[in-house]
């Protein structure tokens, strides 16, 4: 019976389930750029005077970048646990992995700066400084390896005959 279990996880996934773990996934930081992600946190810490509803706790932006890093962390884990044979699935579970793993420093180290100033109700002037450094140092290199995990997907699921539907 052991010998039954480890031959089953060590299988390699479904297309299906390969294709949804490494590319798929990679929905769940769609949100990254400084202009999107930024504006979210900074609309984590809205309150209104007349609705006491909305009175924040203070940690709020922070809480949203501890849920990211945990969601990025499970996604690492989950591709790296991935067994695969062929050169293709090689090749993009590697860039998936290096594309979650370029975003995730950001996350602990910019993004979670960028948090505690929103929950501080930092200026506006520091904020920009951290939003603009992660645009100028990060989004170049994540923007590619982004591109590079879609045109890496796009052959994969066109190889496997995966209905997927890219948007355009």
Not at 33 to 39: E, L, N, S, Y
């Amino acid at each position: 019976m052991s010998a039954s279990l480890f031959f089953t996880a060590c299988q390699a996934p479904s297309p299906e389930n390969f294709f949804g773990k490494v590319v798929l996934n990679t929905n769940l930081i769609a949100d990254f750029a400084p202009d999107r992600f930024g504006k979210r946190l900074e609309q984590e810490t809205v309150e209104f005077a007349d609705i006491p509803s909305s009175k924040n706790a203070g940690d709020e932006a922070q809480k949203t970048v501890d849920i990211k890093i945990q969601t990025v962390e499970k996604a690492l884990k989950d591709i790296n646990a991935l067994h695969v044979s062929d050169d293709d699935a090689k090749a993009l579970k590697e860039k998936s992995i290096a594309l979650f793993e370029k975003v995730l420093p950001v996350y602990k180290n910019e993004y979670t700066a960028y948090a505690k100033l929103c929950d501080k109700k930092g200026s506006t002037e520091e904020k920009q400084v951290l939003l603009q450094k992660i645009q100028q140092d990060y989004m170049p290199g994540i923007d590619k390896t982004f591109d590079e995990v879609y045109v890496l997907g796009k052959a994969y699921a066109e190889k496997h005959n995966l209905n997927v539907n890219w948007g355009n």
